[in-house]
Each structure stands twice: as C-alpha cells, then as structure tokens.
C-alpha cells in the first residue's frame, strides 16, 4: 500500500478578525489540509470569506486584519502566520503564487505585459534563457498566440481572456508549490473558460504543484478538484472527497448548494433556492449558523455544532446530518 505524501499546506484553527481579539472574526476556526499535487475546490455563497482565506495563506490582508490573524499556517514545515516580511518575500511568488479574481485589478494599465511579467521573472535568476526569451516562453506556456508581440501590449488592449493567461503567467513564472486561483474564469467566456482550466491542469501535471481553487462553479469543481471544502459565513462547514460530497452531501447547506444547480437531465419550471441571505458578520446567529435558512433546522441547532467525521474523509458541522443518497434536482 503506497503511503500517501504529507502534506505540503496544513491550516490549523485559523480565524481573522478585524484588529482586536474580541472583535467579529470575517473567518473562524478553519481548518484545511493540501497535499502536493493535490488540488482542493473551496466554494460557497458571496461574503461566505473564500477570498479572505485565500489572502490570509500569503498574508495579503489589509493591515488591520493582519493584526487580527490567528492560528496557523503550516507551509513545508513553517508557519506563514509567523513569518517576518522579508521570509514572506522569498516564499511569495517562488513558492505559493496567487491568480486573483479580476485581472484588470491584478494588471497595472500604465505598464506593459512584457514589463509587468519580467518583473517576476527577474528574481527567478537562475532560470535559463534571457529575460526576454523567457518572458516569450512564460506567455507561450499559457498559449497565448504572439507572444513577442504580446509582451509590448498593454492590458486594456488586451480581451478578457487573454488578461486572465497573462495573470495566470506572472502566478507561475517562479514554478511555485502551491497555486491559490481565486475565482480565475468569472470574466471568460465558456469556450475559454475550459482552455484555461485544462491549461491549469497541465500545468499542475508538469510542475506537480498543489491548487487551492476557489469557485461559485461546482461544474469547475467536478472538473478541476480532488477534494471539496464549503464554507458559510466564514466556517467550512462539510469537506470531503469530490465525488462524495456531490453524490452524498451531509451537511443541509451543501445540499441546498447543489440542488440550486440546473442540469440537463431535469426540466424545471422554477429553480431550488435557498430562502434568504448569509448573514453578515456583526449579525451572525448563534450555534449553527446555518439553521435561520435550513430546512430541517431544530432547536437543537441554536448550539454550535463540532466538526465531525460523517464517513471516511467526510466531515461536517451539523447536529441532524443527511444520510442518504441524493437526487439531483
């Protein structure tokens, strides 16, 4: 029996509240583990705090909620939560990279592509090539067509799409570990939308490294991850392997998730919903906080549930579990 790697990324208990230890936390007690070549899918609803996590792993927060982080962030052995500015600087970029949601808000407008992506690869020096041959290869790797001609472009006059790979690019000029891509398809199209997804995938399976992908897209999930962690109002509330999770989901909010999801199997004249709307974070209810939408919410669920172990590899926060099979709406 092959025995499988440590993992290269351990999140132990880790909360980020807005500066004081007594005021609310945007995240709480999340716990998470990625193994190389691995990659986790994290979804849930708008303001649920997947990009607040994903900022807190390269300590990327605002001042005030960098002062307001706590637990750990086991990266290879060391804790990034702990980590001086200058062992941040030598980890980012070379060792975990990060593709951010918008790349108009990722790119600089008054700097060329080409000016833009040497500045990463500048402090790659031991790579082989010239500057400018590299930066041709880092954007050939990414398939955009022209690359020399590309490198003197500047963002606006790029489409969508090709900002996306050009982001993509600068993420992974330093062959990093550990690729956090932050909601990298909102702004293509679904044609190219899946030629950045397979483009992602080859390049995972050549540099063999971890992906932490986060996503509203639980069809990008089923194509992308091994393993799927959902979150709701800065808790992950169920984790478990992909197919599992989509085929016996066991906390009442994942399941909700994925019933709201249309298929083409089924014809509805009214998509599932889930009633009302997260709460925000001064106004989080108490115990589950889930249970003001859920359907089988009982006054049990007005005490926060533990994290539990539902079956193998499958957990969840939830008093009343599911325990059946589910049929997709």
Not at 50 to 73: E, F, H, I, Y
Request: hydrophobic share 40%; proline share 9%; charged share 20%.
């Amino acid at each position: 029996m092959q025995i499988p790697p440590a993992p290269l990324l351990e999140v132990r208990d880790l909360s980020v509240r807005l500066g004081a230890p007594d005021a609310p936390a945007l995240i709480e007690g999340v716990n998470l583990s990625l193994r190389p070549g691995e990659t986790l899918g994290l979804v849930g609803e708008s303001g649920s705090g997947k990009t607040t996590l994903g900022m807190a792993l390269m300590r990327l927060l605002p001042p005030l909620l960098d002062r307001g982080l706590s637990g750990q962030v086991i990266y290879d052995g060391r804790d990034v939560a702990r980590m001086q500015p200058a062992e941040l600087a030598d980890i980012r970029g070379s060792e975990i990279s990060m593709i951010l949601q918008d790349p108009m808000a990722s790119l600089n407008p008054v700097f060329s592509v080409g000016n833009q992506l040497k500045e990463g690869l500048r402090r790659h020096a031991t790579a082989p090539g010239s500057l400018q041959e590299r930066a041709i290869r880092a954007l050939d790797d990414v398939r955009i067509p022209s690359p020399e001609a590309r490198l003197a472009s500047y963002p606006h006059q790029m489409s969508g799409g090709m900002r996306q790979r050009v982001v993509g690019a600068i993420a992974l000029t330093r062959a990093p570990r550990l690729l956090i891509a932050d909601e990298p398809t909102t702004s293509l199209d679904v044609t190219i939308q899946y030629q950045f997804l397979d483009l992602l995938k080859d390049l995972q399976a050549r540099l063999g490294m971890a992906m932490l992908f986060i996503t509203h897209d639980f069809g990008v999930v089923a194509r992308m991850c091994d393993r799927v962690a959902v979150m709701y109002a800065g808790q992950i509330v169920e984790q478990g392997p992909v197919r599992d999770i989509f085929a016996r989901p066991t906390h009442w909010y994942t399941r909700a998730l994925l019933d709201s999801v249309p298929t083409v199997n089924t014809r509805l004249d009214r998509l599932p919903t889930i009633p009302g709307a997260p709460p925000t974070v001064a106004a989080r209810p108490e115990g589950c906080r889930f249970h003001p939408r859920c359907a089988n919410a009982q006054s049990r669920c007005r005490s926060a549930p533990p994290m539990q172990e539902r079956r193998p590899g499958q957990s969840a926060r939830c008093w009343f579990p599911l325990d059946s099979e589910r049929t997709p709406a």
